[in-house]
T-cell receptor, first 113, second 114 residues
Framework: EPEVTQTPSHQVTQMGQEVILRCVPI?????FYWYRQILGQKVEFLVS????????KSEIFDDQFSVERPDGSNFTLKIRSTKLEDSAMYFC???????????FGSGTQLSVL | QKEVEQNSGPLSVPEGAIASLNCTYS??????FFWYRQYSGKSPELIMS????GDKEDGRFTAQLNKASQYVSLLIRDSQPSDSATYLC??????????????FGKGTKLSVKP
């Protein structure tokens, strides 16, 4: 069964450092998303991406965040200068656009020290 | 601020019983509703989607939607210990909400006792 894959599964970084979280969406999917979940909190929408551009972004997705599809398979989330409050599980998701069903990857646990 | 509210639980049911999970949402224009299951430390997994008022059944799961009351529910029949997880209600914002911009509730933790 096709799945969304994310790497790394865990990332530890120092405050102020840049991190790049990587995702390989399901191959025939056209819509890509990043969500995050702070421990014990709700899953929160960050950004959606379609046709090589951002479709929508939340208030959380400020200037320190960026997304990119550098090639035909990868989808990345970059956090330029990490803060303690960026510590969370980051989920990538994709959909094929025929309905609104999202398929989530297994997540990257980001810990900012 | 669009909100999705769920009782955080825990909801404890015996094996074989019906588990009933409820969700209310604030955006009257919402048209698309989803239930996800999330095991501890894992990613959300889609269980059901529902778009029209009434019931939708899939195996042991039944989703119910009442747009007038802004209420969505999930029934799990013949509950199994493997159903023990947190169940997340998610809604796509109506009137211009884009595909994939899901607003999640905090989830209801279900515990099925053998």
């Amino acid at each position: 069964e096709p799945e969304v894959t994310q790497t790394p599964s865990h990332q530890v970084t120092q405050m102020g450092q840049e991190v790049i979280l990587r995702c390989v969406p399901i191959s025939n999917h056209l819509y890509f998303y990043w969500y995050r979940q702070i421990l014990g909190q709700k899953v929160e929408f960050l950004v959606s991406f379609y046709n090589n551009e951002i479709s929508e972004k939340s208030e959380i997705f400020d200037d320190q965040f960026s997304v990119e599809r550098p090639d035909g398979s990868n989808f990345t989330l970059k956090i330029r200068s990490t803060k303690l409050e960026d510590s969370a599980m980051y989920f990538c998701a994709s959909s094929d656009g025929t309905d609104e069903k999202l398929f989530f990857g297994s997540g990257t646990q980001l810990s900012v020290l | 601020q669009k909100e999705v509210e769920q009782n955080s639980g825990p909801l404890s049911v015996p094996e074989g019983a019906i588990a009933s999970l409820n969700c209310t949402y604030s955006d009257r224009g919402s048209q698309s509703f989803f239930w996800y299951r999330q095991y501890s430390g894992k990613s959300p997994e889609l269980i059901m989607s529902i778009y029209s008022n009434g019931d939708k059944e899939d195996g042991r799961f039944t989703a119910q939607l009442n747009k007038a009351s802004q209420y969505v529910s999930l029934l799990i029949r013949d509950s199994q210990p493997s159903d023990s997880a947190t169940y997340l209600c998610a809604v796509i914002e109506g009137y211009g909400g884009s595909q994939g911009n899901l607003i999640f509730g905090k989830g209801t933790k279900l515990s099925v006792k053998p």
